[in-house]
């Protein structure tokens, strides 16, 4: 069975300051993982996903994430926060034999102060 | 594509009636997921589907609660009769077994007075 834990149900920054969102996972096999960002009344939007190629993924408006197996770790960051950047961040895991299926973590609300 | 969509987007009803909550999957996808998100509980997953047949609903919170996928290309969540507790914002999502990406729809708010 998988499951996502992200530390922090809230985390706040300045404009300008660095941006690092937690995520821990379990998982029986070799995840696939994927930050989701959530705006105020919208749906949930791709950020960024691993799926066992490169460990340091990209993904949309200067977000990446490294993915850590030692660590189970798939934490978010962005080098500078912007004030567009306010919104709730979900952490999401999918194992292999999951279907299709996403365990997501409980969200972190990103604030970004000016 | 226009991506997934679901009507209405906001719902309001009194106690005791039928809500019934649409959703438009993205064309060719062959999962299709509804979730649940509450500030208490957070997002949670309903039940999904695969070429339009349950695969899992044991998200399902009671009887109360029931969807189908008639088609590929549509969808349906009921809740009859409806609660206040049932009040929260209802996602769709659909993916394709050969991208893994879920895809959300804009949700859809329901009060329940």
């Known amino acids: 069975a998988q499951s996502v834990t992200q530390l922090g149900s809230h985390v706040s920054v300045s404009e300008g300051a660095l941006v690092l969102l937690r995520c821990n996972y379990s998982s029986s096999v070799p995840p696939y993982l994927f930050w989701y960002v959530q705006y105020p009344n919208q749906g949930l939007q791709l950020l960024l996903k691993?799926?066992?190629?490169?460990?340091l993924v990209k993904g949309i408006n200067g977000f990446e994430a490294e993915f850590k197996k030692s660590e189970t770790s798939f934490h978010l960051t962005k080098p500078s926060a912007h004030m567009s950047d306010a919104a709730e961040y979900f952490c999401?895991?999918?194992?292999?034999?999951?279907?299709?299926?996403?365990?997501f973590g409980g969200g972190t609300r990103l604030m970004v102060k000016p | 594509d226009a991506g997934v969509i679901q009507s209405p987007r906001h719902e309001v009803t009194e106690m005791g009636q039928e809500v019934t909550l649409r959703c438009k999957p993205i064309?060719?996808?062959?999962?299709l997921f509804w979730y649940r998100q509450t500030m208490m509980r957070g997002l949670e997953l309903l039940i999904y589907f695969n070429n339009n047949v349950p695969i899992d609903d044991s998200g399902m919170p009671e009887d109360r609660f029931s969807a189908k996928m008639p088609n590929a290309s549509f969808s349906t969540l009921k809740i009859q009769p409806s609660e206040p507790r049932d009040s929260a914002v209802y996602f769709c999502a659909s993916s394709s077994s050969a991208k893994n990406i879920q895809y959300f729809g804009a949700g859809t708010r329901l009060s329940v007075l």
């Open positions: 999401a895991v999918r194992g292999n034999n999951a279907g299709n299926m996403l365990t």
């Open positions: 064309s060719g996808h062959d999962y």
């Open positions: 691993y799926t066992s190629a490169a460990t």
